[in-house]
Nanobody, 125 residues
Framework: QLQLVESGGGSVQSGGSLRLSCEAS????????IIWFRQVPGREREGVSC????????YYAPSVKGRFTISRDGAGNTVYLQMNSLKPEDSANYYC??????????????????WGRGTQVTVSL
């Protein structure tokens, strides 16, 4: 049974950087398409980024493109989200989630079989 644990959140000033980690246990992430999504209470969940299991395809929401980078580690256990030039509107609880052998479009649409408990990111002016 795959388990995902997010870490790396925190409080930073506008313009700062954070690197979030999505660490897997119970299985390698090599076969999983993994997304990062974020949620603010009272708002809809927003899919931020995705990395495909197969060809390394990546997707970024327009709101983060050019500032965030998703990547996998070589060991297949962790997916990262490097977040640069952070803005107050990036403040949210960030989650990772995934599905085996799936397309990013499907996982971003809510087709996740596994997800973590989230890590809070707060960006102040």
């Amino acid at each position: 049974q795959l388990q995902l644990v997010e870490s790396g959140g925190g409080s930073v000033q506008s313009g700062g950087s954070l690197r979030l980690s999505c660490e897997a246990s119970g299985s390698s992430l090599d076969a999983y398409t993994i997304i990062w999504f974020r949620q603010v209470p009272g708002r809809e969940r927003e899919g931020v980024s995705c990395i495909s299991n197969s060809d390394g395809y990546t997707y970024y929401a327009p709101s983060v493109k050019g500032r965030f980078t998703i990547s996998r580690d070589g060991a297949g256990n962790t997916v990262y989200l490097q977040m640069n030039s952070l803005k107050p509107e990036d403040s949210a609880n960030y989650y990772c989630g995934g599905r085996e052998f799936a397309l990013c479009v499907d996982v971003l649409s809510g087709g996740m079989d596994y997800w973590g408990r989230g890590t809070q990111v707060t960006v102040s002016l």
